[in-house]
């Protein structure tokens, strides 16, 4: 995330996605048990590299997750005690303008190439109402946050894309592996459209085969 007008789209989690997951934990630890005790003293479930992933994955996805949590909650903050940076600018003709950046605010002015006095004045404000949000957020943590949460996400992504190399050696490993796919792709697409409903099928095949073994 590179500014805060995104902070609030980073990881959604919605109950559904919470109940995947847990399902496909479930099944992996579950299925580590049952391997274990049927491969006691040889090479067992412990020694699958993506499962042994899956576990990292895991952890840095549930701490990336409680990170924004705790960002937004202070951004929520910030916007009630502060507001966005912004400002309001009064064009001829055209009435109040609220921009929102100082890219928007050249656009907006330059329709009006002699409204230097004005783009002056405007560039002030909303410097001053940058300086106010800067400070308000150094001081209530949500900097901070808001860089430990983005810390957590490349984690999250550079363990994502270990997975594409890391083969698995065992079923539970599998389950993993699909298990952290779909949960970080349905956090950002469309979860209804290709591929997620077929990914989802198929990890729940696999969760019901994990569960057969077991009870076998």
């Not at 990336?64 to 502060?82: D, F, I, K």
């Not at 946050?145 to 190399?165: T, W, Y």
């Amino acid at each position: 995330m590179d500014d805060s007008d995104n902070t609030t789209t980073l990881l959604p989690v919605t109950r559904r996605q919470v109940l995947t997951g847990t399902a496909a934990a479930t099944t992996a630890w579950t299925l580590e048990r049952k391997q274990s005790a049927r491969e006691a003293g040889r090479t067992n479930v412990y020694s699958d590299p993506a499962l042994t992933l899956w576990r990292e994955w895991e952890k840095a996805h549930k701490l990336t997750e409680q990170l924004c949590q705790r960002q937004q909650r202070l951004e929520t903050q910030l916007v009630h005690s502060v507001g966005f940076p912004c400002v309001n600018v009064r064009l001829p003709e055209s009435g109040d303008v609220t921009v929102r950046s100082l890219e928007e605010l050249n656009e907006v002015l330059g329709k009006w190439p002699d409204a230097a006095a004005l783009r002056e004045k405007a560039e002030a404000e909303f410097a001053a109402h940058q300086a106010r949000w800067d400070a308000a957020a150094e001081e209530t943590g949500y900097t901070a946050a808001l860089r430990a949460e983005r810390e957590a996400g490349d984690r999250v992504e550079d363990l994502l894309e270990a997975f594409s190399s890391t083969g698995a050696t065992t079923l539970a490993g599998v389950v993993g592996k699909l298990d952290a796919v779909l949960r970080e792709g349905e956090a950002w697409e469309e979860c209804s459209e290709f591929p997620w409903p077929q990914i989802r099928s198929a990890l729940g095949d696999l969760v019901l085969i994990a569960r057969q073994a077991a009870d076998d």
